[in-house]
T-cell receptor, first 118, second 113 residues
């Protein structure tokens, strides 16, 4: 149980294009999902908290118009990197919080999406 | 406010030796504590978690961690390292089930023959 998927697992795009990354909770309903960014050999940096049916909450320094987050259902959140530039190249990881009693709010992570902007 | 400090960005042990990865936390309220493992080019996998129940927590793959409030620590141990344990390990703290996670900087575990 508690499986989170991400799609795509990797993507290469040209500078100026937009890229959408999907995050799905496969066996539980997640009212809250999180988007992280990880640079090589570094820890995870929280970008935003995504709540189903409402606007995402962005961390300080993260451009909300650059990183569009949509959480339209209890099992799906999407991150769109708009007008991507080479500095947006990174490893993006999502997580979903399982609110059920057994999970006690534990976050389960997706496998990550590696984005390379040329 | 909450924070996590992982002492040692890189730990190397021999196969069969004890694994000890250190984590100290700071939290203004009773914390929830987690250990995650990350293999190359993959997401994070939950190893174990402490959520105010038993202070000695057993996780997957033979790992366990002990919550010590007096030392504000949550060190991860495994009696006998296996080559497959080589990975990056992250300690994280939250201030409740609805709180966001704060991660440590990670410890890379190397297992040698």
């Amino acid at each position: 149980g508690a499986v989170v998927s991400q799609h795509p697992s990797w993507v290469i795009c040209k500078s100026g294009t937009s890229v959408k990354i999907e995050c799905r909770s496969l066996d539980f309903q997640a009212t809250t999902m999180f988007w992280y960014r990880q640079f090589p050999k570094q820890s995870l940096m929280l970008m935003a908290t995504s709540n189903e049916g409402s606007k995402a909450t962005y961390e300080q320094g993260v451009e909300k118009d650059k990183f569009l987050i949509n959480h339209a259902s209890l099992t799906l959140s999407t991150l769109t990197v708009t007008s991507a530039h080479p500095e947006d190249s990174s490893f993006y990881i999502c997580s979903a919080r399982d609110p059920s009693g057994r999970a006690e709010g534990t976050q389960y992570f997706g496998p990550g999406t590696r984005l390379l902007v040329l | 406010a909450q924070s996590v400090t992982q002492l040692g960005s890189h730990v190397s042990v021999s196969e069969g030796a004890l694994v000890l990865l250190r984590c100290n936390y700071s939290s203004s309220v009773p914390p929830y504590l987690f250990w995650y493992v990350q293999y190359p080019n993959q997401g994070l996998q939950l190893l174990l978690k402490y959520t105010s129940a038993a202070t000695l927590v057993k996780g997957i793959n033979g790992f366990e961690a002990e919550f010590k409030k007096s030392e504000t620590s949550f060190h991860l141990t495994k009696p006998s390292a296996h080559m497959s344990d080589a990975a990056e390990y992250f300690c994280a703290v939250a201030q409740g089930t609805a709180s966001k996670l704060t991660f440590g900087t990670g410890t890379r575990l190397q297992v040698t023959l």
